[in-house]
């Protein structure tokens, strides 16, 4: 079987907290600090890297091990890896899948991450349960441990920053088929590549605009529809989103929000939204859709949530899917706009396909609201 085999050298963990771990590096060597969160899927972890939304983060997997099934360069929901870090308890020194391009060690160097494992994932997870999502620093370079405090305290905090325009689109760009009839114009504050697959496979052709885009701008391309899209930060930080959101819905443009998309369409109605403990991410979390009394298991990953109290009284939207772990917002749709959002990411890459007919349902509402055939 192909893959690698490392000589590990000691890479240091320090949360915010005091809490701290020794354990072995891999990938890049140095030092990198973030906000540390966790992921319970078991596959499709080059997917969750390049995921825009986790910029910033530093991320834990659940599994096991890591790396079994190496890399391959079309695997990717974005151009690079956008995760800060990486934790994880075992990775495989030998890849199974013939058709790999890489070893997940050599692209985790490659793309200039720092990585620890050797580390008792389960008992950091019940921590991070237990105490909330914090910084933490990994240095592969720094031994001690006032040194480690030094370089985290020089860590932003996920509360209140702003990171969507950071990493949307410098230049607006096309996907799918040009000479389609229907045209959706994305709002980019960090969509993931499959996304946009979703919408061209089902006819559309669209156009992904920067984030800081004004609805003016994009309007000159004659959209049938506005698509806001999935990203990372705090959707407080983002009243020039929440604006352009605010405009969408005052044209009557039939409108989609997945993830960040889903937060500022409920701060465009006024419904706030909060920090969660630890958020939700991984590939199997319960979703009920109360239009339909059916259930779905989603793939997820935000650390902020909508309010529940004040999207269940809202007088401009309704509730539409709840999670059934925790009971918090999945889902809204507007009373009388054609406008509605998932918490959650339907495109499912990685993940179960349960929730794709949210891309039919958009598809349907924008041919219907245009008259288009």
């Given at each position: 079987m192909p893959g690698t085999q490392s000589v590990f050298s000691p890479a240091y963990l320090l949360l915010a907290d005091g809490t701290f771990f020794k354990g072995k590096a891999f990938g890049a060597k140095g030092t990198t600090g973030g906000e540390i969160c966790f992921n319970t899927g078991m596959t499709g972890y080059q997917e969750v890297f390049t995921d825009p939304s986790y910029t910033g983060q530093v991320l834990i997997m659940n599994t096991v091990y890591i790396g079994n099934y190496g890399v391959k360069n079309e695997d990717v929901e974005s151009d690079s890896v956008k995760i800060k870090g990486l934790i994880c308890k075992n990775i495989a020194n030998r890849f199974s899948r013939m058709t790999a391009d890489d070893s997940l060690e050599n692209y985790l160097i490659q793309n200039n991450i720092v990585a620890i494992q050797d580390v008792d994932t389960r008992a950091l997870v019940q921590h991070i349960r237990n105490k909330g999502a914090m910084n933490c620093i990994i240095s592969t370079e720094i031994t001690d441990i006032e040194g480690l405090k030094a370089e985290l305290a020089k860590v932003p905090d996920m509360d209140g920053l702003e990171l969507s325009s950071e990493i949307s689109t410098?230049?607006?760009?096309?996907?799918?088929?040009?000479?389609?009839?229907?045209?959706?114009?994305?709002?980019?504050?960090?969509?993931?590549?499959?996304?946009?697959?979703?919408?061209?496979?089902?006819?559309?052709?669209?156009?992904?605009?920067?984030?800081?885009?004004?609805?003016?701008?994009?309007?000159?391309?004659?959209?049938?529809?506005?698509?806001?899209?999935?990203?990372p930060g705090d959707p407080a930080s983002m009243e020039y989103a929440v604006q352009t959101v605010r405009q969408v819905i005052a044209d009557n443009k039939p409108m989609f929000g997945i993830c960040l998309g889903h937060q500022l369409l409920a701060r465009a109605n006024d419904i706030p939204t909060f920090k969660m403990h630890h958020?939700?991410?991984?590939?199997?979390?319960?979703?009920?859709?109360?239009?339909?009394?059916?259930?779905?298991?989603?793939?997820?990953?935000?650390?902020?949530?909508?309010?529940?109290?004040a999207a269940q009284t809202s007088d401009k939207v309704e509730v539409t899917h709840i999670n059934l772990n925790d009971g918090s917002i999945e889902g809204i749709r507007m009373k009388n706009k054609p406008a509605f959002s998932v918490q959650y990411h339907p495109e499912s890459t990685p993940g179960p396909h349960d929730s794709r007919y949210l891309f039919d349902d958009f598809i349907a509402m924008v041919k219907r609201e245009n008259n288009l055939s």
């Open positions: 410098k230049e607006p760009y096309t996907y799918g088929n040009p000479e389609s009839n229907m045209r959706i114009a994305v709002m980019d504050f960090g969509v993931k590549r499959h996304i946009l697959q979703c919408m061209a496979d089902r006819g559309a052709f669209l156009k992904v605009f920067p984030a800081k885009t004004t609805y003016e701008t994009v309007k000159e391309f004659q959209p049938h529809g506005v698509f806001i899209s999935n990203g958020g939700h991410r991984g590939l199997n979390h319960p979703v009920k859709n109360l239009v339909t009394g059916k259930s779905e298991i989603t793939t997820q990953n935000h650390g902020f949530g909508v309010v529940p109290e």
